[in-house]
């Protein structure tokens, strides 16, 4: 295929998705969705290979579509990291009422359920770790441990959100706010929580002012190899 403009190939899903929501799922060709976007039909494989890809990349657009909107959000960067992760969250879920039946008719089968190879779930997860490894407030302790389990724990969960939020009939989504909120304020405590780095901080100190001592001692017995010091000083007793 030839080099299209994203926001062509995103006009071009959005077409397909407004077909899809006119005619019957099943029956829906690309001749409708080309009707939709105002294109010839031979045009549209200049775009994709075929129609579920269109489908397919309805959901990658999002994450294209959201990274467009923080980039224009004012005071975007000093949002606490909670703020930041419902952001992304809540943004998701309105972009998803914009075709509300073609995202509760496909989301849980074709995107949920293949989780594992769709890309909507592998952009989200850059996304989520891009906005955590990018927070200035996250703590060196975390930055240690946040390894691609963690982040792949914290995209399922993320998608289990957003499947909750499909799903959700309360007024409001009020269910769904609540829940989101909880989760990502637990997410922004653990992550940006200060009080372990201190601790390291301190014992380095202790460490490097010699405050430390402990002994080697041989077994079964009250004598003591050596002594150390922190500091690297070393005592035979």
């Known amino acids: 295929m030839i080099q299209i403009p994203e926001n062509e190939r995103l006009d071009l899903a959005e077409a397909a998705v407004s077909a899809w929501e006119e005619k019957h799922p099943e029956s829906v060709s690309v001749f409708d969705i080309a009707g939709f976007a105002g294109i010839p039909a031979a045009d549209f494989y200049d775009y994709f290979p075929n129609k ?115 799903r959700d009939s309360s007024e409001g989504k009020q269910k769904t706010l609540a829940l989101a909120d909880s989760f990502t304020r637990l997410a922004g405590e653990v992550l940006c929580f200060k009080g372990i780095d201190y601790g390291v901080d301190l014992l380095r100190i202790f460490w490097n002012e010699g405050l430390f001592k402990f002994s080697i001692n041989i077994p079964f017995t009250d004598t003591n190899l050596y002594t150390f010091r922190s500091g690297g000083e070393k005592t035979d007793e």
Do not use: C
């Not at 972009?95 to 909507?120: C, G, I, S, Y």
């Open 52 to 166: 579920n890809a269109a489908f397919i990349f309805y959901y990658e657009g999002m994450i294209i579509r959201y990274r467009a909107m923080i980039a224009e959000l004012d005071g975007y960067d000093e949002l606490v990291l909670a703020d930041k992760l419902t952001n992304f969250l809540l943004s998701t879920l309105d972009m998803m009422d914009e075709h509300k039946l073609f995202v509760q008719e496909t989301f849980r089968n074709d995107v949920f359920a293949n989780r594992r190879w769709h890309p909507f779930f592998k952009q989200s997860r850059d996304l989520i770790k891009e906005i955590i490894e990018t927070h200035p407030g996250v703590s060196k302790a975390a930055r240690v441990a946040l390894m691609d389990t963690v982040y792949d724990f914290l995209a399922e969960e993320w998608m289990h959100l957003l499947l909750f939020g499909v």
